[in-house]
């Protein structure tokens, strides 16, 4: 397939509601600050994290879709939760019930990050919990992943 999964779906539905596969990951530095990418679609802040393409597994997605969004090469360390309950409308309008594979991850190495950006990420940070409960610009799943990364209670059937 020539075209990435997303926009061949999209070529066949329109903007009609589909479930898609996302995985991400959860990466702490020493402080055990955890790092967000703020959004360049949404303009929110959010776990770094994509669409699984044909063929590729959950684990290899997140591997994958932390260094596209945050510039840094990440091991995966644990499955954390899958999220299967929560309903997205993007800017363009594409409507998704989100399958979402959730995973700890250890930075091979974490270098200067201040600066990066793309298409997909404006800006990244490293936020305690307490500055993360402070934040407006987060969406309600990602501050559920987030709560129970913090309590280490991770809630089955969400």
């Known amino acids: 397939m020539s075209q990435d999964y997303i926009s061949y779906i999209r070529s066949k539905v329109g903007h009609d509601k589909v479930i898609i596969n996302f995985a991400g990951g959860i990466l702490a530095n020493q402080d ?17 994290g994509g669409a699984m393409e044909l063929g590729e ?4 997605t997140a591997v994958r879709e932390f260094y596209e969004e945050t510039g ?9 939760n899958v999220y299967t309950n929560f309903d997205e409308v993007y800017p363009n309008g594409d409507q998704v019930q989100t399958v979402v594979f959730i995973y700890e991850l250890t930075a091979t190495e974490i270098g200067d990050i201040s600066d990066f950006h793309n298409e997909e990420t404006l800006k990244v940070a490293f936020f305690t919990k307490e500055e993360i409960d402070q934040l407006e610009s987060i969406s309600d799943k990602h501050r559920l992943m987030l709560k129970e990364y913090f309590a280490n209670d991770f809630q089955l059937g969400r």
Do not use: M, Y
């Open 57 to 60: 597994s959950s684990l290899d």
């Open 32 to 48: 055990g600050k955890v790092l967000l990418q703020l959004r360049g679609d949404k303009k929110t802040w959010a776990i770094p």
């Open 72 to 80: 840094i090469e990440v091991q995966v360390k644990r499955l954390l």
